[in-house]
């Protein structure tokens, strides 16, 4: 069976949740094969998890040096030439999408970009803010894929994670990475990686009320997501705006308050398995999309809704 690319995406020691998307997603192309790259010791830590989650075999390419992103490009690259993988698979992350672009190029391979679904006939993918579904194939051997997180349910499968040492080389070097820090809200989880996320629009008003958001958040252990009104309006930091031409988050719960649904903020967010509305508007678009809405203030309903979750820990 032909074999699948996968790029660990990792943080301190830790896998990020869209990597065991994406070998399980792997698995309905061919046998998944994890790619780490990573300072040394990085390996050690992953392989475990990685085999849990059905990685047969494990790249391991350790490197100290700080070439932004070009390590990743120049293994995987070296990868396709000797392993001729059915596919590479890639998180969609600023990075991710990065690294999809230059290996593409490099490569000469197509890339199928923000996919929401794979199958042996194709991918999926949601266009137009979700309006519409668009299946698409690759004609190139070897397509790069990167995978919108949150779109495939995880499922762990045993694999031989067997380790196999790539040696980097790294040519050419644009610039470098100066340091790596988590971003993070407090102990918050992060915005892609959480399995439910409460967001502000402009609805809250300030950067004082988007405590209302973080106290309901921190009540559902939730991360924090804004809206780009919100955020342009200086109520929540860039980081943290969801939608086009902010973070993509699909996760099990997303409460949406004070936000009105425009069709760049949904097409952040509308895969979430359920949508939660409050919005004083009852013609928002957003209750189109929800599965649950509130029409009523999000200063009485998020504060009555926080303190029934607390009763019921
Ligand atoms: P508004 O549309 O102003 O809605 C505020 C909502 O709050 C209203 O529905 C109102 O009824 C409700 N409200 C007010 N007070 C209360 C209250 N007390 N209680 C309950 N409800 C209340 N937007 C994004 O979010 N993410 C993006 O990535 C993004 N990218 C974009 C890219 C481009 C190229 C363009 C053109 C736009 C983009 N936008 C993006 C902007 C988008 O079009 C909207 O302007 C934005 O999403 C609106 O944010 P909002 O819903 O918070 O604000």
Known sequence: MAEVLVL???LEGEIKKSTFELLTAARTLGEPSAVVVGPAGTAAKLADGLAEHGAEKIYVAETDDTAFL???VSVLAGLIESASPAA???GVSADGKEIAGRLAVRTNSAWLNDVVGLSA???????????YVAEAKANTAHPV???RPGSVEIEAAAGAGAQETVTVSVDGRNASVTSREPIVGGDRPELT???VVVSGGRGVGSADDFGVVEGLADTLGAAVGASRAAVDSGYYPHQFQVGQTGKTVSPQLYIALGISGAIQHRAGMQTSKTIIAVNKDAEAPI???ADFGVVGDLFTVAPQLKDEIAKRK
């Open 193 to 195: 990686e959480a399995s």
């Open 121 to 131: 006939d194709g991918v999926t993918h949601s266009v137009f803010g979700g309006a």
């Open 145 to 147: 894929i990167t995978l």
């Open 88 to 90: 590479v698979l890639i």
């Open 70 to 72: 070009t390590p990743e």
């Open 8 to 10: 660990v995406d990792h």
């Open 287 to 289: 209750f189109e999309i």
